[in-house]
């Protein structure tokens, strides 16, 4: 195990943080109140950032195996452990977002096009839709839940406990 991210895996950090927090906060609720010709047009874009945004992740986590950095040794051993599965759990919520994201848009009630292009719409089915909506906010949900909590654990240690934890990641 090494002692310092990449330059790549701080940039990879950053551009996904950003990039998950807008999906999650403004493009979904612009795909949400939409109806109509529009809610087609959102999704559009909606649907084609989130298979960057995956993409994105799998490239970090290639990064982050590749790269294995140690927890700090400052941290508590139950801290390391909830850190660890923190971050798992990102990479499993953006997986199951894409996941049930794409099958949502398979039993749409109108062409869903990614970037407009590929038609990933099979046909209307109501109950597998809601299913998978059902699964994709969820998931939304506890992946805000999640961020949050990273976010205060690292100005926990940063500013509480007095570590160069921000650091690491700039």
């Known amino acids: 195990m ?3 991210y990449t330059r790549v895996q701080k940039i990879l950090h950053w551009v996904l943080a950003i ?3 807008f999906w999650l906060l403004v493009s979904g609720q ?3 109140a939409a ?3 529009e809610k087609g047009f959102i999704l559009m874009f909606h649907s084609g950032g989130a298979l960057i945004i995956s993409a994105l992740m799998l490239w970090r986590y290639s990064k982050r195996r590749m790269n294995n950095v140690a927890p700090m040794s400052t941290l508590k051993p139950w801290e390391q452990i909830w ?3 923190i971050h798992v759990s990102f990479y499993i919520l953006v997986g199951a977002m894409a996941f049930s994201g794409i099958v949502q848009g398979m039993f749409f009630d109108q062409s869903i096009r990614v970037f407009g292009i590929v038609n990933i719409t099979i046909g209307y089915n109501e109950i597998i ?3 998978f909506s059902l699964i ?3 998931a939304s949900n506890l992946f805000l839940l999640l961020i949050v909590a990273h976010i205060l654990a690292a100005l926990k240690h940063q500013f509480v406990d007095k570590q160069a934890f921000l650091k690491r990641m700039t």
């Open 2 to 4: 090494v002692e310092s």
């Open 19 to 21: 990039l998950v927090l």
């Open 30 to 32: 612009f795909a949400e």
């Open 35 to 37: 109806e109509g010709d």
């Open 83 to 85: 850190s660890k599965r």
């Open 129 to 131: 839709r809601s299913v």
């Open 136 to 138: 994709h906010n969820v």
